[in-house]
């Protein structure tokens, strides 16, 4: 399967942009200009348009723009990543749970999720904002995590009642094997595609999610950067200063959008049925 | 169908009751309760606190509190709202057609900009259009809705002052105008919020569209469609479309909560008075009983708008009838 | 006789990831006033893409040679714009297909799919177009046709489904039948009726069918002529008795040998040995001869041509020219 994922060239495209992109972010220490909370000057820097020493201008508090996109986006990407890593791992065991409990508990656990579908997932947040105060790097990454699941668990239930997964544990169970044993030995490295698909767009979903947070002033607390935070403020003097809203908007967009790209690649690349036809 | 109809609703209602209970156990998982504040005040005695709660019922088993949580909620009492005092019910009345207005709007600029993008799509797969068309959906896939209303506003608001923005209407019109002024002044506000919404939204269904008439254009009535001398044009909309119809109309119902997640944001950035801006502003004063019966009742459209698609899509499939 | 279509010269190519497919080659035949020809051979041989030429049906991928004319009413199909082609598809030469279950829309009622052929070529109103439709589903003995017309395909069952796409074909009296391969997904119980059925209305309403089949048996009852495919090339042409009576060509010969006899049931395993190769791998010389038992060096050397073998007869093989080279059974 791995080599199967190597072998695609879009495959390969996508993971070098994602590489790029995270690279950037992660650098972002080195490669900003200037501390991204320092009011530099705020008589003469205030909202500054584009120039060469703030190639993105400055912000209302004198900020540079540049510095503040790139450590908005590691901020971004760490949470991303890390709500991801929670999400999938809690999904799959929910889904392998449902599947191996059966019965009443995965009719009453699938319900529940179906309920939990239905909240809007902006709102869901709002609730659990209103309800806990102070939200640092690990609530957020936790909220984020716990909130985003429900989708993964569902496919990877899907997945395992699948006919080809039956087959491996048909062909399993005939060796006496255990249940528990089966689903982690022989069903989670079939179902591994899957996972990986939805893992990667839900990289690009949770920075969405999380710049919407952030955009309704819900998210970090500042003055840590952060790209829907800007937005936020950038919206009451847009017409002035278009690019403190235009820079981090962009940056979320070719962030969200590779790592969009990276999970329709994969998703071509591991469904052979899919060739030719649009995903 | 009538068995249908009834499973379907017994599936809603299944999953309308784990909606309560995931806001209940929401509520009383949070660290505090409503007496928190009192608590920490000087001027409330501690036998004032007991008195409030029993008062409340907070005192009670966690599981007959549910019960009375669902009771009520079900009788429409949704409780009273910390910060104002004012029943939760009347707050989130004037906003419930605001919110249903707005997401009406955009899923009408959703499904027929999704349409007219897949259908060109669809009808010359791998071609140069189909390969732009299919790059610019991905892209404004990945667009945040928040993002594409703030440079729509200042695009067509600030800069060419073609519409107006903020609020649902115009004050002075709202309270001098005759109603077709009324009408248009609420119409014109609207524009750019539901564009906003329907845009990002018309990405997906177009993906999902040009899938879907993908598929009916290669199947082998399209063929004798055109072999019994039917117009491209009838053979696209009459036969290819209504076919790639069917489909859609699942996504329609797959598509609410996100249509949702993304109201709140736009009714945030153009200032519409709907269920969003009022759970925004009630989360800012921890008023949480506003937010979760927010979420509660838009939960409640949304499976009942899925219900609903899933009912639509029986009727209009004639394969699901019974044999004749 | 007239010929009513007269095709010239087809060739189809479709491009495939393993280089270009030469599905037809170099095909010419005419259709004549009332008759029936039919065009047999294995699958992949070109036959249906042929037929899908006729009436321009031809995936995207498809590329007709320049130099091939499909002549009908005087005009060439493969130069029509995009509305006399219309109005040539289903009024002029209408078409049946091998899947009536699937070549039927499945959210459009049967009656409802053969009243808009009658809409799209005849300036009359919805219920003209209803009663036509009706009056053609009793034509092909489709009973209590008024109450089937409301029927949904999924309703019916596969030789009904065929009869209500022969009754759409017919809806609008075309000149020609094209049937490809019309009762090869029916019980053979109905294969027969069908058949009969098209015996039956090809006779009372004076059409030309182009019958498009895998098995000769089953066109030897029905067919005035029949022209035999293999690898994209007719390799055979004659009257249908005259083929039967002794054919020319070896896959023909193969081809009978496939056809089961009831004297002597094991002859149907003596078929021809091989399969059809993929139309990207065509051959050297002639494209029959990896699996001819008659085949010479020459044979995979040169590629024999279509000439004349007797009286109204031709045939591609060089057998015609070297006799003694044929082995005796």
Redesign the interface.
Same mark, same amino acid.
């Given at each position: 399967m791995i080599a199967d994922l190597v072998g695609s060239r879009s495959v390969r495209r996508a993971l070098g942009a994602a590489g790029i992109v995270a690279t950037l972010a992660f650098s972002a220490p080195w490669l900003s200009p200037y501390d991204p909370n320092e009011h530099l000057d705020a008589v003469e820097l205030r909202i500054a348009g584009p120039s060469w020493h703030h190639p993105l201008g400055t912000d209302l508090f004198s900020r540079d723009v540049l510095s503040r996109v790139l450590y908005g986006t590691r901020v971004s990407l760490t949470v991303a990543a890390l709500s991801v890593l929670v999400s999938v791992t809690l999904g799959t065991a929910v889904g392998m749970a449902a599947w191996l409990a059966g019965g009443a508990v995965d009719t009453v656990l699938m319900r529940l999720v179906d309920g939990a579908l239905a909240i809007p997932r902006i709102l869901l947040l709002l609730v659990i904002a209103a309800l806990w105060n102070h939200i640092n790097l690990a609530a957020l990454v936790a909220i984020l995590g716990l909130t985003s699941w429900f989708g993964t668990s569902r496919v990877v239930r899907a997945e395992v009642l699948s006919a080809r997964a039956r087959e491996y544990v048909a062909a399993a169970r005939s060796l006496g094997l255990s249940r528990v044993r089966i689903a982690t030995q022989h069903v989670l490295p079939n179902i591994a595609g899957p996972i990986l698909v939805a893992a990667s767009l839900g990289v690009g979903q949770i920075i969405l999610v999380e710049a919407g947070l952030s955009f309704l002033g819900l998210g970090l607390a500042p003055p840590t950067a952060s790209l829907g935070a800007m937005i936020q403020e950038g919206q009451s003097f847009v017409y002035q200063a278009p690019w403190v809203v235009v820079a981090p908007g962009v940056v979320i967009v070719l962030t969200v959008l590779v790592f969009s790209a990276l999970g329709e690649s994969l998703r071509e690349a591991l469904d052979p049925r899919s060739g030719g036809r649009p995903a | 169908m009538i068995r249908y109809a009834a499973s379907r609703a017994i599936h809603a209602f299944a999953v309308v009751l784990a909606v309560t209970t995931l806001t209940f156990v929401l509520i009383h998982a949070a660290p505090g309760d409503p007496l928190t504040g009192l608590r920490e005040s000087a001027y409330a005695s501690p036998e004032f606190i007991t008195r409030a709660q029993r008062h409340m019922g907070l005192d009670r088993p966690l599981y007959v509190q549910y019960l009375v949580y669902l009771g009520n909620l079900f009788r429409g009492d949704l409780g009273e709202s910390f910060a104002t005092h004012i029943p939760v019910w009347h707050l989130l009345r004037p906003a419930i057609p605001n919110t249903l207005l707005l997401g009406a709007a955009a899923l009408l600029v959703d499904f027929t900009v999704g349409m007219a993008v897949a259908a060109p799509q669809a009808i010359r797969p791998g071609g140069r259009l189909d390969r732009w068309l299919s790059n610019v959906t991905l892209a404004v896939y990945a667009v945040p809705v928040f993002w594409l209303g703030i440079l729509l506003s200042m695009l067509f608001s600030q800069a060419l002052g073609w519409l107006p923005i903020g609020d649902i209407r115009d004050p002075i019109i709202a309270a001098a105008g005759t109603t077709p002024q009324k009408v248009v002044d609420i119409l014109r506000h609207l524009v750019l919020p539901a564009a906003t919404l329907g845009l990002v939204g018309a990405a997906s269904t177009a993906r999902y569209q040009r899938t879907a008439l993908f598929d009916a254009l290669r199947q082998d009535f399209i063929r004798t469609a055109h072999a019994k001398g039917l117009t491209a044009r009838v053979v696209l909309l009459r036969h290819a479309l209504r076919n790639a119809l069917l489909p859609t109309i699942t996504l329609f119902g797959l598509s609410l909560p996100v249509l949702f997640s993304g109201a709140v944001l736009v009714e945030s950035v153009f200032g519409w008075p709907g269920m969003g801006t009022l759970a925004v502003q009630s989360v800012m004063r921890r008023d949480y009983l506003v937010v979760t019966a927010a979420a509660t009742i838009t939960a409640t459209a949304v499976v009942v708008g899925s219900a609903l698609a899933d009912l639509l899509y029986r009727v209009a499939d004639p394969r699901t009838r019974s044999p004749a | 006789m007239t010929a009513v279509l007269s095709v010239r010269d087809l060739g189809v190519t479709f491009d495939t990831p393993r280089g270009p497919a030469r599905a037809v080659d170099g095909v010419s035949f005419d259709l004549h006033a009332g008759e029936t020809l039919a065009l047999v051979g294995e699958s992949g041989c070109g036959k249906t893409v042929t037929a %899908?030429s006729i009436?321009r049906?031809l995936p995207?991928a498809a590329r007709v040679a320049p130099g091939a004319s499909i002549t009908y009413a005087g005009a060439d199909i493969l130069k029509l714009e995009?509305e006399p082609l219309? #109005?040539?598809?289903?009024?002029g030469i *209408?078409?049946v297909?091998q $899947?009536p279950m699937?070549? %039927?829309?499945?959210?459009?009622?049967v009656g409802w799919q053969i009243a $808009?052929?009658v809409l *799209? &070529?005849k300036s009359v109103g919805r219920a003209t177009a209803d009663a036509r439709a009706i009056e053609v589903m009793k034509l092909v003995g489709i009973a209590d046709a008024e109450?089937r017309y409301? *029927?949904?395909p &999924? #309703?019916l069952s596969g030789g009904l489904c065929q009869r209500v796409?022969i009754a759409? *074909?017919l809806a609008?009296e075309p000149k020609v039948l094209i049937a490809d391969e019309p009762t090869t997904a029916l019980d053979v119980t109905i294969q027969a009726q069908i058949l009969e059925l098209l015996v039956d209305l090809k006779r009372r309403l004076g059409l030309s069918v182009l019958l498009i089949s895998h098995d000769l048996a089953l066109v030897s009852g029905v067919a005035d002529r029949i022209a035999v495919m293999y690898g994209g090339h007719i390799v055979e042409e004659a009257a249908t008795a005259d083929v039967f009576a002794k054919p020319v060509h070896p896959y023909t010969e193969g081809l009978l040998g496939a056809v089961p006899r009831i004297d002597r049931p094991e002859l149907r395993l003596a078929a021809i040995p091989g399969n059809v190769p993929p139309a990207t791998e065509w051959p050297a010389g002639c494209r029959f001869h990896p699996r001819c038992a008659h085949a010479w060096d020459r044979c995979s050397t040169g590629e024999p041509g279509l000439v004349a073998a007797g009286a109204n007869r031709t045939a591609r093989c060089w057998l015609i020219e070297e006799p003694g080279r044929r082995k005796s059974s």
């Amino acid at each position: 399967m791995i080599a199967d994922l190597v072998g695609s060239r879009s495959v390969r495209r996508a993971l070098g942009a994602a590489g790029i992109v995270a690279t950037l972010a992660f650098s972002a220490p080195w490669l900003s200009p200037y501390d991204p909370n320092e009011h530099l000057d705020a008589v003469e820097l205030r909202i500054a348009g584009p120039s060469w020493h703030h190639p993105l201008g400055t912000d209302l508090f004198s900020r540079d723009v540049l510095s503040r996109v790139l450590y908005g986006t590691r901020v971004s990407l760490t949470v991303a990543a890390l709500s991801v890593l929670v999400s999938v791992t809690l999904g799959t065991a929910v889904g392998m749970a449902a599947w191996l409990a059966g019965g009443a508990v995965d009719t009453v656990l699938m319900r529940l999720v179906d309920g939990a579908l239905a909240i809007p997932r902006i709102l869901l947040l709002l609730v659990i904002a209103a309800l806990w105060n102070h939200i640092n790097l690990a609530a957020l990454v936790a909220i984020l995590g716990l909130t985003s699941w429900f989708g993964t668990s569902r496919v990877v239930r899907a997945e395992v009642l699948s006919a080809r997964a039956r087959e491996y544990v048909a062909a399993a169970r005939s060796l006496g094997l255990s249940r528990v044993r089966i689903a982690t030995q022989h069903v989670l490295p079939n179902i591994a595609g899957p996972i990986l698909v939805a893992a990667s767009l839900g990289v690009g979903q949770i920075i969405l999610v999380e710049a919407g947070l952030s955009f309704l002033g819900l998210g970090l607390a500042p003055p840590t950067a952060s790209l829907g935070a800007m937005i936020q403020e950038g919206q009451s003097f847009v017409y002035q200063a278009p690019w403190v809203v235009v820079a981090p908007g962009v940056v979320i967009v070719l962030t969200v959008l590779v790592f969009s790209a990276l999970g329709e690649s994969l998703r071509e690349a591991l469904d052979p049925r899919s060739g030719g036809r649009p995903a | 169908m009538i068995r249908y109809a009834a499973s379907r609703a017994i599936h809603a209602f299944a999953v309308v009751l784990a909606v309560t209970t995931l806001t209940f156990v929401l509520i009383h998982a949070a660290p505090g309760d409503p007496l928190t504040g009192l608590r920490e005040s000087a001027y409330a005695s501690p036998e004032f606190i007991t008195r409030a709660q029993r008062h409340m019922g907070l005192d009670r088993p966690l599981y007959v509190q549910y019960l009375v949580y669902l009771g009520n909620l079900f009788r429409g009492d949704l409780g009273e709202s910390f910060a104002t005092h004012i029943p939760v019910w009347h707050l989130l009345r004037p906003a419930i057609p605001n919110t249903l207005l707005l997401g009406a709007a955009a899923l009408l600029v959703d499904f027929t900009v999704g349409m007219a993008v897949a259908a060109p799509q669809a009808i010359r797969p791998g071609g140069r259009l189909d390969r732009w068309l299919s790059n610019v959906t991905l892209a404004v896939y990945a667009v945040p809705v928040f993002w594409l209303g703030i440079l729509l506003s200042m695009l067509f608001s600030q800069a060419l002052g073609w519409l107006p923005i903020g609020d649902i209407r115009d004050p002075i019109i709202a309270a001098a105008g005759t109603t077709p002024q009324k009408v248009v002044d609420i119409l014109r506000h609207l524009v750019l919020p539901a564009a906003t919404l329907g845009l990002v939204g018309a990405a997906s269904t177009a993906r999902y569209q040009r899938t879907a008439l993908f598929d009916a254009l290669r199947q082998d009535f399209i063929r004798t469609a055109h072999a019994k001398g039917l117009t491209a044009r009838v053979v696209l909309l009459r036969h290819a479309l209504r076919n790639a119809l069917l489909p859609t109309i699942t996504l329609f119902g797959l598509s609410l909560p996100v249509l949702f997640s993304g109201a709140v944001l736009v009714e945030s950035v153009f200032g519409w008075p709907g269920m969003g801006t009022l759970a925004v502003q009630s989360v800012m004063r921890r008023d949480y009983l506003v937010v979760t019966a927010a979420a509660t009742i838009t939960a409640t459209a949304v499976v009942v708008g899925s219900a609903l698609a899933d009912l639509l899509y029986r009727v209009a499939d004639p394969r699901t009838r019974s044999p004749a | 006789m007239t010929a009513v279509l007269s095709v010239r010269d087809l060739g189809v190519t479709f491009d495939t990831p393993r280089g270009p497919a030469r599905a037809v080659d170099g095909v010419s035949f005419d259709l004549h006033a009332g008759e029936t020809l039919a065009l047999v051979g294995e699958s992949g041989c070109g036959k249906t893409v042929t037929a %899908l030429s006729i009436l321009r049906l031809l995936p995207d991928a498809a590329r007709v040679a320049p130099g091939a004319s499909i002549t009908y009413a005087g005009a060439d199909i493969l130069k029509l714009e995009a509305e006399p082609l219309r #109005q040539v598809r289903g009024a002029g030469i *209408a078409m049946v297909f091998q $899947e009536p279950m699937t070549s %039927l829309n499945p959210v459009l009622s049967v009656g409802w799919q053969i009243a $808009e052929t009658v809409l *799209a &070529h005849k300036s009359v109103g919805r219920a003209t177009a209803d009663a036509r439709a009706i009056e053609v589903m009793k034509l092909v003995g489709i009973a209590d046709a008024e109450d089937r017309y409301r *029927a949904y395909p &999924h #309703q019916l069952s596969g030789g009904l489904c065929q009869r209500v796409m022969i009754a759409m *074909a017919l809806a609008c009296e075309p000149k020609v039948l094209i049937a490809d391969e019309p009762t090869t997904a029916l019980d053979v119980t109905i294969q027969a009726q069908i058949l009969e059925l098209l015996v039956d209305l090809k006779r009372r309403l004076g059409l030309s069918v182009l019958l498009i089949s895998h098995d000769l048996a089953l066109v030897s009852g029905v067919a005035d002529r029949i022209a035999v495919m293999y690898g994209g090339h007719i390799v055979e042409e004659a009257a249908t008795a005259d083929v039967f009576a002794k054919p020319v060509h070896p896959y023909t010969e193969g081809l009978l040998g496939a056809v089961p006899r009831i004297d002597r049931p094991e002859l149907r395993l003596a078929a021809i040995p091989g399969n059809v190769p993929p139309a990207t791998e065509w051959p050297a010389g002639c494209r029959f001869h990896p699996r001819c038992a008659h085949a010479w060096d020459r044979c995979s050397t040169g590629e024999p041509g279509l000439v004349a073998a007797g009286a109204n007869r031709t045939a591609r093989c060089w057998l015609i020219e070297e006799p003694g080279r044929r082995k005796s059974s």
